[in-house]
């Protein structure tokens, strides 16, 4: 079934109402979106909207990370919008491309939010990254193929990343929330 088009001031909307502690942040993005400027290029130096993915295998048990290569840090899959606002549709082309991972498919709901500083780089300034995070999950097949974006990827037990001091603090909170949205599932 195809999902609605997507509507990025709708979604965070959506978001906030279902997270309702993170009201800040989404009228952060909803302002920046809001502003001057082509938000979704990465020719707009201030910042621009990114795409990510929060991968997740069939048993809902492990997340796809990869060990950035660039930034040297494990982190969920994702990229640039280059010009494209369907931001569901960057965090599912930036998962399959970045994967190699077939039968993916991506839920319509926002799952993470996150605006963090990117360092300077070359001729490239510091700037602003919007990250918007979707789940997306694997098919049959969980095989993938590392990317030259990648220097690896590693199938990683959620429950494990919560408390793993070393990585992101916005990794290990969108371990908290799917762990929390698990058994609030299994409830159901």
Same mark, same amino acid.
């Given at each position: 079934m195809p999902h609605?088009?997507?509507?990025?001031?709708?979604? +965070?909307?959506d978001f906030a109402r279902r997270w309702p502690t993170r009201r800040p942040e989404?009228?952060?993005?909803? $302002?920046?979106?809001? %502003?001057?400027?082509a938000v979704f290029e990465r020719s707009h130096l201030v910042g621009h909207f990114t795409g990510s993915a929060w991968i997740v295998d069939p048993s809902g048990q492990r997340s796809l990370?990869?060990?950035?290569?660039?930034?040297?840090?494990?982190?969920? +899959?994702?990229?640039h919008a280059d010009g494209d606002p369907d931001l569901r549709a960057v965090a599912l082309r930036?998962? $399959?491309?970045?994967? %190699?991972?077939t039968g993916l498919s991506v839920e319509p709901a926002i799952f993470d939010i996150d605006?963090?500083?990117?360092?300077?780089?070359?001729?490239?300034?510091?700037?602003?990254?919007?990250?918007?995070?979707?789940?997306?999950?694997?098919?049959?097949?969980?095989?993938?193929?590392?990317?030259?974006?990648?220097s690896a990827l590693a199938w990683r037990e959620v429950a494990e990343l919560v408390d793993e001091d070393s990585l992101d603090p916005s990794l290990r909170r969108m371990a908290r929330q799917w762990l929390t949205r698990d058994r609030a599932d299994a409830a159901d």
């Open positions: 609605a088009p997507f509507d990025l001031q709708a979604a +965070l909307e989404v009228d952060l993005f909803l $302002e920046f979106l809001q %502003g001057e400027g990370l990869t060990l950035h290569a660039k930034l040297g840090r494990w982190l969920q +899959l994702g990229g930036e998962a $399959e491309e970045e994967s %190699g991972l605006r963090h500083a990117i360092p300077a780089r070359g001729a490239e300034p510091e700037h602003w990254h919007y990250d918007v995070r979707f789940v997306v999950r694997a098919g049959a097949s969980t095989d993938f193929v590392v990317s030259e974006e990648s």
